[in-house]
């Protein structure tokens, strides 16, 4: 199981840009889902996560600007985010556990490959 990374491109300051995580088989579930984005030569840094309880949680240079969601039906997450600043540059990654099958009794976290945000000023 692969969690893929779309949606990322060039966009200009003021922008939105809506980014999607699925994984690359069918799967039974995925929960616990997060956004982390890493700016060159830095730490990766958690930008929302989904912690399925109903919660979400924003790093504080995005709130209100970005929202983190989840299809059920689909197993895929999203990153929705609006008014797009130079800052909010980089690969963003997405974070997730899942169980493959009904019958199993654990997840597995996994990260996607990451996909490249820029925005320009």
């Known amino acids: 199981v692969q969690l893929q990374a779309s949606g990322g491109g060039l966009v200009q300051a003021g922008g939105s840009l809506r980014l999607s995580c699925t994984a690359s088989v069918r799967i039974f579930s995925l929960k616990n889902g997060a956004w982390y984005r890493q700016h060159p030569g830095r730490q990766r840094e958690l930008v929302a996560s989904d912690p399925s309880d109903g919660t979400t949680d924003y790093a504080d240079s995005v709130k209100g600007r970005f929202t983190i969601s989840r299809d059920n039906a689909n197993n895929t997450m999203y990153l929705e985010m609006n008014s797009l600043r130079p800052e909010d540059t980089g690969i963003y990654y997405c974070?997730?556990?899942?169980?493959?099958?009904?019958?199993?009794?654990?997840?597995?976290?996994?990260w996607g490959r990451g996909t490249l945000v820029t925005v320009s000023s």
């Open positions: 974070n997730a556990d899942i169980k493959h099958f009904s019958s199993d009794s654990y997840y597995l976290n996994y």
